[in-house]
């Protein structure tokens, strides 16, 4: 029974961050005026790293409960790369935007993006090892 909650855990983080990347993140910028768009993503990005960080803590601990240690280590892994991202890179790059610092805050932007393409690769990953 734990492998199967395993699963649908892991296929509820790599669709929900698939979903994400390559529908609603890109259409808020199309559909939405920029001067909506904006507040609305730095808004949305506490609650999307929250949700996907919680998700990757009942992943790895499931996945030490099936006695998976390596599907552990990509749910513990990635957990520590949305606290990161949620915690210390998107207060200095909100911060970095807010004082007119581009170069800083596309940095800091680039690293998050970075963080988070390592996670859904290492998600699709885990797929196929289950």
Known sequence: M?????????SIIFGGMVTFQ???APLVFIKIKIDVARPF???????????????SLLYSVVSLLTGDNLQAMIGGGS????LISRQVLMPMANTASDNDQKSKFDVLH????????LQLIAFFAALFYI
């Open 41 to 55: 993503i730095r808004a949305f990005f506490p609650f999307y790293y929250l949700y996907f960080a919680l998700f």
């Open 79 to 82: 957990l520590v790369g949305f």
């Open 2 to 10: 734990l492998d199967v909650i395993q699963l649908v855990l892991l």
């Open 22 to 24: 390559i529908l609603f």
């Open 110 to 117: 680039r690293t998050t993006v970075f963080i988070n393409t």
